[in-house]
């Protein structure tokens, strides 16, 4: 019922942002080509939507984010785990992670097409370096917080390394993965736009350049738009798994 609500007020909320959008450009007399109104631009989004080749780019990027989010959780989960039981990995690698992290992304992208090309490789690899870094902050930090009494028990049982990490390391980690997931999966959709943005042959960072380039407003605000939906799917059904596999919360 809550959730309901409160997707009823954000419904309300866009509905009174798309007539004060209409009122402005009809007030203040804005043409087309600096800021259509809702009417005229869900008329060329329709068009736009059409068009036969919007499947391949809304499809290229999204495979982009599928298979790029995938291998960086995967990755992201094995680093995190050898820096969380290594102390000496962790003072030798932490500092190259964290400066490649924070580099802006569209500084990284360029080195990404030269080593990997125009095609679909160089976006994943930029999708993969973007998302395993916050798996493998919250999986280095959630083995590091367990109690070292679990720790203690598991040795007084005689367990194995293997059992160890199947039975109380990889539970007490999976919470953590799965909420950094949602912030990975939305991580992924801008370094994805990112490389496309770049230097690509198909999906929709292709087509903001596009219209960026033919200064086709319509075109950026239509791609905006999907992007924007898309990121929103993907975090709902984040949320959705997360539910659902962490049902006790």
């Not at 043409?31 to 939507?49: A, E, G, T």
């Not at 870094?133 to 959630?142: D, K, W």
């Not at 950026?220 to 049902?247: R, T």
Request: proline share 3%.
């Amino acid at each position: 019922m809550k959730k309901t609500r409160i997707y009823v007020e954000m419904c309300v909320l866009l509905t009174c942002l798309l007539i004060l959008w209409q009122f402005i450009t009809i007030i203040f007399h804005i043409p087309s080509y600096y800021l259509p109104s809702p009417v005229d631009f869900f008329k060329y989004f329709i068009q736009f939507m059409q068009s036969g080749n919007m499947g391949l780019h809304i499809t290229t990027t999204l495979y982009e984010i599928f298979i790029g989010t995938f291998w960086g959780i995967i990755f992201g989960m094995i680093l995190g785990y050898l820096l969380a039981k290594n102390r000496l990995l962790e003072n030798l690698f932490m500092p190259l992670l964290l400066i490649m992290q924070i580099s802006p992304k569209i500084s990284i992208a360029p080195l990404f097409i030269l080593w990997f090309g125009l095609g679909l490789t160089s976006k994943i690899a930029l999708v993969i370096l973007v998302v395993s870094f916050p798996i493998m902050v919250a999986e280095s930090s959630s083995l590091k917080k367990i109690n070292t009494g679990y720790m203690d028990l598991m040795n007084i049982l005689q367990a194995n390394r293997w059992q160890i990490f199947i039975r109380m390391e990889l539970p007490c980690a999976f919470h953590e993965v799965i909420s950094g997931s949602k912030i990975a999966v939305t991580q992924a959709i801008t370094s994805a736009v990112i490389g496309e943005m770049m230097g690509a042959k198909a999906g929709l960072g292709y087509l903001l350049t596009n219209g960026a380039e033919m200064y086709d407003l319509n075109m950026i605000l239509s791609s905006i738009f999907l992007l924007s939906l898309l990121g929103l799917l993907l975090y709902e059904a984040c949320q959705i798994v997360e539910h659902k596999v962490l049902y006790w919360k």
